[in-house]
């Protein structure tokens, strides 16, 4: 069975641009969250999507922003990049029935602001 | 606002030695805890879900137990390799639906041979 597929695995931006990360779920799964991991703050949660619908969301800007498709994939756009926002961005698929599922996390995409 | 503290934050200790590691939650309304594992620049490895209504599981040389009133949860490692050196992370559930995680800071815990 394989497990959450996250590309691309590594990413160099300019401050200013635009970037888009994809997260492919584990079979089956329907629901797929965003985190962003830094050394200062750890692991904060971005936002949640079900069935092509955001579910939950963070404190994040609106700089960040998700979506998911039919198949339950999903992208995770953030725009005018700041160097802050350098970061391990990981996803999680679960089965997302109620708050008792387990969550399955991507190997994540580093991305670098210069 | 829900916040975890995991205690400590490092810790250092010789092959073989059981050990425990410490998470605390402020708000007790929570639906499950996960405790997973990190290797340094890798995703997150999941070691246990502990759903609200349990108390405890276990999975080969660990043990996670809950007790939700106190706020507190603990990770006992029996006979500790030096494969178990990373980083610890537990991460309470944030809501009836869906899987938002608000994580600790992670224990990094490194054993040696």
């Known amino acids: 069975k394989a497990g959450v597929t996250q590309t691309p695995r590594y990413l160099i931006k300019t401050r200013g641009q635009q970037v888009t990360l994809s997260c492919s779920p584990i079979?089956?799964?329907?629901?797929v969250s965003w985190y962003q991991q830094t050394p200062g703050q750890g692991l904060q949660f971005l936002f949640e999507?079900?069935?092509?619908?955001?579910?939950n969301k963070g404190n994040f800007p609106g700089r960040f922003s998700g979506r998911q498709f039919s198949n339950s994939r999903s992208e995770m756009n953030v725009s005018t990049l700041e160097l802050g926002d350098s970061a391990l961005y990981l996803c999680a698929s679960s089965l997302g029935s109620g708050g008792g599922t387990e969550a399955f996390f991507g190997q994540g995409t580093r991305l670098t602001v210069v | 606002k829900q916040e975890v503290t995991q205690i400590p934050a490092a810790l250092s200790v010789p092959e073989g030695e059981n050990l425990v590691l410490n998470c605390s939650f402020t708000d007790s309304a929570i639906y499950n805890l996960q405790w997973f594992r990190q290797d340094p620049g890798k995703g997150l490895t999941s070691l246990l879900l502990?759903?609200?209504?349990?108390r405890e599981q276990t999975s080969g040389r660990l043990n996670a137990s809950l007790d939700k009133s106190s706020g507190r949860s603990t990770l006992y490692i029996a006979a500790s390799q030096p494969g178990d050196s990373a980083t610890y992370l537990c991460a309470v559930s944030r809501g009836q639906a869906g899987t938002a995680l608000i994580f600790g800071k992670g224990t990094t815990l490194s054993v040696s041979s």
């Open positions: 079979s089956g799964h329907r629901s």
């Open positions: 502990i759903q609200s209504s349990q």
């Open positions: 999507y079900f069935s092509e619908t955001q579910r």
